[in-house]
């Protein structure tokens, strides 16, 4: 028997999944502890819920997720918007050195991921899908990407790449801080923060009123648009199928950049936060419920031994290279901390475990939280996304 909801329909089951993710969020410790996103939650309820449906009453529940594209250009659009060399000249050496390995850790996490499921006899975009897609891209990327795969012929990839985010974004919030506070403890730190300033030319204070999200929802969509054709040009000339939001995502950076140094236009930033916050969320809530659970059985076992060596990989990186490279300082370990929230899991992971840190020492790291989220949620993609795209074509070719 199957059961067919259309794209109103699947909407309209994608925001009530999204506001329960969102009280059980609030209300539950665990979720609230290790940060879990209000669309993880609520979009795993229903691929459960389709799961029971499926095996033990033999109802095939199938969702129209065409809108779930379009959502996810939006919210990767607005990466793009993020992606200011401004920005990138204030945090300084610091800044360069956090985001080279970051790009770095893409490369790594994938390759290796690829190394381990050639061991395991899996298909290698399985390790790539168990990878950077899913630890440094989290949740989005995960989806994204395995959707990607999937039309690409490997089935499994988008359950794979979100159970393989969903366990690092636990393994990051675990780890994160007790490895910050280690390296202060460990080095005998001095508990100081390097201060840091920068101008912006955005609107970061002004409420978001109607026309302003007119006006700020138009220059998405004037990036979208402009980004489809970019990406179909790149297809067409190169031959490597493209992930929908790349384009967008790389039209954004050049428009953003571009009015930095024009101030053509003022950016509402509240606006741009909450497009990005609402397309994430029900596009993200749409790929849980269409994931197919009972495919995970396969590579269960292998999973979660690739992921342990990840994690394992990216301790030893982060205490013996990237703490030492950012110069054996308290903003160092701040950063250290943040780059097992967002190597692992997702950039408010990193917030909320450089958060412990600061914390628990009483000094707010101001570089550190410039830093992480800048590198973490927007700068990462421009090497990563690229990276992923190729070498998903390659290993499927």
Not at 139 to 149: E, T, V
Not at 385 to 392: E, F, K, S
Request: a neutral charge; aromatic letters at 8%; proline letters at 3%.
């Amino acid at each position: 028997m199957h059961v067919q909801f259309n794209s109103v329909t699947t909407l309209l089951i994608a925001c009530v999944m999204l506001l329960i993710g969102r009280s059980l969020r609030v209300n539950v410790k665990f979720f609230e502890r290790f940060l879990i996103p209000t669309p993880v939650i609520g979009g795993f309820i229903a691929s459960i819920i389709v799961l029971i449906l499926k095996k033990v009453f033999g109802v095939d529940i199938l969702f129209d997720v065409q809108l779930q594209t379009p959502l996810m250009v939006a919210f990767f659009t607005t990466v793009g918007l993020g992606g200011s060399y401004t920005l990138l000249k204030a945090g300084g050496k610091a800044m360069i050195v956090y985001l080279l390995l970051c790009w770095f850790v893409a490369f790594y996490q994938s390759g290796l991921g690829v190394l381990l499921a050639s061991i395991m006899d899996i298909h290698p975009v399985i390790g790539v899908m168990s990878g950077a897609v899913a630890l440094e891209g989290g949740h989005g990327n995960a989806a994204a990407f395995g959707s990607m795969a999937e039309d690409l012929g490997v089935s499994s990839s988008t359950a794979v790449a979100i159970a393989a985010a969903t366990f690092g974004l636990i393994a990051g919030s675990l780890l994160g801080g007790p490895i910050g506070g280690y390296l202060i403890r460990k080095h005998n730190l001095k508990i100081e923060a390097e201060e840091i300033t920068y101008e912006t030319k955005h609107d970061r204070h002004s409420e978001v009123r109607a026309y302003t999200f007119i006006h700020t929802l138009a220059l998405l969509l004037v990036a979208m648009v402009l980004g489809e054709y970019v990406a179909g040009l790149i297809t067409q000339s190169t031959g490597y199928s493209l992930p929908a939001y790349v384009g967008s995502m790389l039209v954004a950076i050049v428009m953003r950049n571009f009015n930095d140094m024009v101030h053509m236009v003022t950016l509402n930033e509240k606006a741009v936060n909450l497009i990005a916050e609402i397309s994430l969320g029900i596009f993200l809530t749409m790929a849980m419920m269409n994931m197919r659970l009972w495919e995970l059985a396969d590579v269960a076992g292998p999973l979660i031994l690739m992921l342990v060596i990840q994690v394992l990989c990216l301790v030893v990186l982060t205490v013996f290279v990237l703490f030492r490279l950012l110069g054996k300082s308290y903003d160092s370990a701040v950063m250290c901390a943040g780059m097992m929230g967002h190597g692992l899991g997702a950039t408010p992971n990193a917030v909320a475990n450089m958060s412990s840190v600061t914390e628990r020492y009483g000094v707010h790291s101001p570089k550190a939280f410039l830093i992480i989220p800048l590198c973490g949620a927007v700068l990462i993609d421009i090497v990563s996304v690229p990276w992923h795209t190729w070498l998903i074509n390659y290993l499927v070719k």
